[in-house]
């Protein structure tokens, strides 16, 4: 039976924790040593600077050590000071784990040495022959065992990260120019969404309601201009006809302009309605206990009602899901289909899909493996 790939990804990543706290448990042995006897060589004034240079190089290795196994981009603007002053803690945090990897190597020696002698009928240390509650007594203790020991890996690397976060975490200044950028960012993205909006409209106007009255123009005219009552009447019916079909494009332009429902009805209402206009049938689920701002929930639609077009132009689909549920970063939405995959985020529909749920500050994730299924995902940062 295959393994999940979320499963897959997970133990990928506890390994690559271990590893790194497995590294840093090394490592704090240099130092322990170094922040021992470099805290008596301060004493020395000449030695001061020497010293912190040195403190500084630790604490680089450890604050990459961390961005590697773990993922932690901290500042690498810090001062040699604090990377001293960072080491104390650090090495005792390290000399922590260590001494968790050496218990777990040592459980594992005697679990291997205690399974042997069950095996062979003799109970847990030798000597006299296994009691009927030996194996249930050991495979207990070896359960605890095993749990204590991955909570303490696992505590022990959140404070090694929370310790990074402390010293090496940005200041309030680098806060304010990664905000500063980030509004940059979001500014330009919203322009650039707003002009690819009017250049779709435009072109949605031009393609197809401008086309329709000009048929309807070019019908009115021949109806003019004939002298026989029937043909004038059967061009007339044409007109006619054609008024309704320009009518129709021009209620699909406005409602993919703005949906009149979400003012109206919410969210629920309008994504039931864009369901029922599919070409493809759609399953929908909304879990949505209250109503969330108009503004998350416009961007919400427009995601879905862009994944939905994109599915049936691209994906030959039989069967599109939309999931928008609350949870506790936000308001999430989740378009799946059973398509034939292959999209590409920085794709025409997704790329401004993408800009425009970025203007919002939320996170915009296309999963898209060639032979599907295709599962895009918004999530969007709700109070």
Same mark, same amino acid.
């Given at each position: 039976m295959p393994v999940p790939a979320a499963t897959r990804r997970y133990l990928r990543k506890a390994l690559r924790g271990t590893l790194g706290l497995a590294i840093g448990a090394m490592t704090a042995f240099a130092e322990f040593f170094y922040v021992l006897f470099g805290g008596l060589a301060l004493a020395i004034p000449a030695l001061r600077e020497p010293v912190f240079a040195g403190a500084h190089v630790l604490s680089e290795v450890e604050r990459q050590r961390l961005e590697k196994y773990f993922g932690d981009r901290n500042t690498i603007l810090y001062d040699e000071r604090r990377a001293m002053v960072y080491l104390i803690p650090r090495c @005792? $945090? &390290?000399? *922590?784990?260590? +001494?968790i990897f050496v218990m777990i190597l040592? +459980?594992? &020696? #005697? +679990? $291997?040495?205690?399974?042997?002698? *069950?095996?062979n009928g003799q109970s847990p240390g030798g000597g006299a022959p296994a009691d009927w509650y030996d194996p249930i007594t050991t495979a207990l203790f070896g359960a605890?065992?095993?749990f204590l020991s991955l909570q303490g890996l696992l505590g022990a690397a959140t404070l090694d990260r929370k310790l990074a976060r402390r010293f090496f975490g940005p200041s309030k200044q680098e806060k304010l120019r990664r905000r500063v950028s980030a509004l940059a960012t979001s500014r330009a993205e919203v322009v650039e969404a707003v002009n690819g909006e009017r250049r779709r409209i435009e072109r949605d *106007?031009?393609?197809? $309601?401008?086309?329709? *009255? @000009?048929?309807l123009g070019m019908l009115l005219g021949r109806a003019r201009r004939t002298g026989d009552p029937d043909h004038a009447s059967d061009l007339l019916r044409q007109a006619h006809e054609e008024s309704q079909r320009a009518l129709e494009d021009l209620r699909e332009v406005s409602w993919r302009v703005y949906p009149i429902a979400l003012d109206s009805d919410g969210l629920h209402p309008a994504l039931e309605a864009l369901a029922e206009r599919s070409g493809v049938p759609v399953h929908l689920r909304v879990d949505l206990p209250e109503r969330p701002p108009a503004a998350i929930e416009t961007v919400v639609y427009f995601?879905? #009602?862009?994944? $939905?077009?994109?599915?049936?132009k691209h994906a030959?689909? #039989?069967?599109?899901?939309?999931?928008?549920?609350?949870?506790?970063v936000g308001v999430r939405v989740?378009?799946?289909?059973?398509? @034939? &995959?292959?999209?590409?985020a920085s794709g025409g529909g997704l790329s401004g899909l993408a800009r425009r749920v970025a203007a919002a500050? +939320?996170?915009?994730?296309?999963? #898209?493996p060639p032979g599907g299924p295709t599962v895009v995902t918004a999530v969007l940062p709700c109070g």
């Open positions: @005792v $945090v &390290g000399l *922590l784990s260590a +001494g040592l +459980g594992t &020696g #005697s +679990g $291997v040495i205690i399974t042997y002698q *069950l095996f605890l065992l095993i *106007l031009h393609d197809g $309601v401008q086309q329709r *009255l @000009v048929a995601v879905a #009602s862009e994944a $939905v077009t994109n599915t049936i030959a689909a #039989s069967r599109i899901d939309i999931e928008a549920e609350r949870d506790e989740r378009i799946t289909d059973d398509g @034939v &995959g292959g999209a590409l500050d +939320g996170r915009f994730i296309v999963r #898209s």
